[in-house]
């Protein structure tokens, strides 16, 4: 998720999606789903659940007991993947009631409760998924041992980007297998579709034991396995929130200052440049720059510094950093001449108040065009 970013609450059983027995078809689960002992699955699927299909995994042939801990929208979805494949769910632990209510509908014939309640039944599986928020982790880790959930030779997993193994050391003290798994995309608004991570990579830390096991977990709900080292962890999901997150603070950045600037659908008039932008950005990197900066145009950039200081100073204060950062890169790449590229990053952390109609006329490397010749056609 994504990526990490965090999604939103799950909307809950039936709707948006539905829950996946109303989409399967299949009857609802029993009252006593709950409390009941797992009913083997007749075709090696998720327990107590014949009706849904079973997934190729691969050649492995190997189908693992799934422990869930903490039934929200990043949780539910992988495991309803894995349980996709062919991996019986036989405990799913969550809190709140609506947690519950959806688990019950969500993995037929598991167990599902508190911690203590389910604490037999996570001890008897392979592969415990910790599925909370970041800071909550370690926490969980230790009261999974405290109350017996946790043993040697089984695999205990969780799906933050930020954290590697050190979360889930209390694990490793009783013998468990570490694992980080984490899905690079944004969730989708429910948990019922078990494909929705075909061609996804997920970002993977894992003990030395342990790393074959989550690489065929991953293979088998569709997804590409990226082995991650676990003292780079912070480094890789800040990548991801700078290409995730703030993609969507900028586009809202975007969209209200052309909101401002009286254009009435935003969003539908930036949709084909961001597509654009995105894909060339995607694979060709710096050269696939475009715009004022890539041209050396001090006055253009300081005219927009302007007006976006009279709307909103914060994104003024955005723009300038991405101008500074922009410049450099460009200046590295050689697609912009020092000069020029100086020229850029003094200008735009002048007051453009100050420098008010200096550079309008001819800024730097405007005479003969960009700051480089041989530079992409940019209409803006």
Known sequence: MTSDPRPAPDPGPGRGAGAPWQARGAHPPAPDAVDGPPAPGPRGGPAGDPGR????????????????????????????????????????????????????????????????????????????????????????????????????????????????????????????????????????????????????????????????????????????????????????????????????SLTVAARETLAAAGVADPGAALAPLLRASLDNALTGGWPAATGPVRRGDLGTVQAHLRALDALDPTVADVYRALVTYTTGGLERAGLLDAPVADRLRVGAATDPQRAAGQDETGGPGRPGGPGRPGGPVDPG
């Not at 869930?68 to 993947?81: C, Y």
């Not at 579709?193 to 569709?222: H, K, N, Q, W």
């Open 53 to 248: 299909p079973e997934r190729d995994l691969g050649g492995r042939g190997r189908r693992e007991t799934v422990g869930l801990v903490g039934a929200g929208r990043a949780g539910s979805a992988v495991v309803l993947a894995l349980a996709a494949a062919g991996h019986p769910v036989v405990a799913v632990s969550t809190r709140s009631p609506a947690g519950r209510e959806r688990a019950a509908g969500w993995f037929p014939g598991a167990r599902i409760g508190s911690v203590p309640q389910v604490a037999a039944r996570l001890r008897a599986a392979e592969v415990v998924l910790i599925a909370v928020p970041d800071d909550a982790i370690a926490p969980v880790a230790a009261e999974l041992v405290a109350a017996g959930a946790v043993r040697a030779g089984q695999t205990l997993a969780h799906l933050s980007g930020r954290h590697g193994l050190g979360v889930l050391a209390a694990g490793a003290r009783v013998g468990a297998a570490r694992v980080a798994l984490h899905p690079i995309m944004t969730l989708p608004g429910t948990a019922g579709d078990p494909g929705v991570f075909t061609g996804v990579p997920f970002g993977i830390t894992a003990d030395s034991g342990a790393e074959a096991r989550a690489r065929g977990l991953v293979t088998d709900v569709g997804g590409i396995p990226l082995l991650i080292e676990d003292g780079r962890r912070d480094l890789y999901h800040a990548a991801l929130v700078l290409g995730g997150n703030f993609l969507t």
